[in-house]
């Protein structure tokens, strides 16, 4: 009987109850959750990457059209009105646009205009009045664009300044 006995105990100490595979089933249940959070965490990294891509483009080609208007204003600081006359004799107000490659490395490239927009009549007695007996002191005012565009990345930005020339 002894035997008997002792193929019991064995028999209940090595198998159990059966579980038929429930942990497993489990176990993949989560592992797939997990792998579903971490793609999607993926997918939220990239989108976040693409756009701090496109804000840093958008800011370049911004700083890119500011410096065309700046090549423009130290062409006037430097007296060559060239540029500003000829927006004066054109019918449409409008200067030739002159094309600038600001950085050819980064595919750069830029563009700056200047439009006629009338007269200013200083009148007398204002502060820009050089002779107290004159009324013929008269001034210009001009509209000038500055535009920018990255090849490749469709970054692109136009600001515009205006400026009175007396």
Known sequence: MRSKAAMKVNANSSGGSRQDGAVLVVSLIVLLVLTLIGVAGMNTSVMQERMAINSQNSNRAFQAAE?????????????NLDLLRESMQS????SSVVDVTL??????SGSYQARFLGEVF?????SMDADESSNNLKGFRYELTGEANMANTG???????GIEYY
Do not use: C, P
Request: charged share 25%.
């Open 155 to 161: 970054a692109s930005a136009r600001v515009y300044k």
């Open 103 to 108: 950085d050819s490395e980064n595919n750069i």
């Open 91 to 94: 019918g449409d107000d409008l």
């Open 122 to 126: 200083v009148t007398s007695g204002s």
């Open 67 to 79: 410096s065309t208007l700046q090549a423009l204003l130290d062409d006037v600081y430097d007296s």
